[in-house]
């Protein structure tokens, strides 16, 4: 069974801060990696993904994220936070066995607070 | 490219009625993927659809569910006899292959009274 913990349920930033959400992961197999980022009322947005190659993922409006396979972690992360960053972030795990995906497994999601 | 749709995205229910969520997938898209979204579990797998196959039905609860992925037309997750514990969001992704890079819809949010 695969699963993702976020151990943050908030986390509050200032603006113009650096910004990190956690993320550490379970899964056996090769893990593929996601962050997606959830406005009020909206749908989640993919923010970005690791499926093999470098360890630093670059993806949406400024995002990073590093994956660390000792650790089992893939934390997010962003060098200057803005207010509108403000949101709901979930990470998701997914196993490709080769015989077709497991379903994505999501965080229970970090609450991100930036304050101006 | 519309991305993936789905409808309604409100939809209010009595307790003992039927409930029907569409999904269009993205245009090239024949992978679709139902998720549920409850306030204290954060997201949870439901099933995993190819065109006229359910790959894996591993996270549908066992009653009153069911899905569908027709040859022509939307995905279908259909939810007999609805109950208060089925009010929550419901989202739809679709991807062009199993591995990901999946788009969600906006969700649809069922509330049974």
């Known amino acids: 069974a695969q699963s993702v913990a976020q151990p943050e349920d908030q986390v509050n930033v200032a603006e113009g801060n650096p910004l990190t959400v956690k993320c550490t992961y379970s899964v056996s197999g090769n893990p593929y990696l996601f962050w997606y980022v959830q406005y009020p009322n909206r749908g989640l947005q993919f923010l970005l993904k690791?499926?093999?190659?470098?360890?630093l993922v670059k993806g949406s409006y400024g995002f990073e994220a590093e994956f660390n396979k000792s650790q089992t972690s893939f934390h997010l992360k962003k060098p200057s936070a803005l207010v509108s960053d403000s949101a709901l972030y979930f990470c998701?795990?997914?196993?490709?066995?080769?015989?077709?995906?497991?379903?994505?497994?999501f965080g229970k999601g970090t609450h991100l607070i930036i304050q101006p | 490219n519309a991305g993936v749709m789905q409808n309604p995205r409100h939809l209010v229910r009595r307790r003992g009625q039927e409930a029907r969520l569409r999904c269009s997938p993205m245009k090239g898209h024949s992978h679709v993927y139902w998720y549920r979204q409850l306030p204290e579990e954060g997201l949870k797998f439901m099933v995993y659809?190819?065109?006229?196959?359910?790959?894996?039905e591993s996270g549908m609860p066992k009653e009153r569910f069911s899905a569908e992925f027709p040859k022509e037309g939307p995905s279908i997750l259909r939810i007999q006899q609805v109950v208060r514990g089925d009010s929550a969001a419901y989202f739809c992704?679709?991807?062009?292959?199993?591995?990901?890079?999946?788009?969600f819809g906006s969700g649809t949010r069922l509330t049974v009274v």
């Open positions: 998701a795990v997914s196993s490709y066995s080769g015989g077709g995906a497991d379903g994505l497994t």
């Open positions: 690791y499926i093999t190659g470098d360890n």
């Open positions: 659809l190819q065109k006229e196959n359910i790959i894996d």
């Open positions: 992704a679709s991807s062009p292959d199993e591995i990901g890079g999946y788009t």
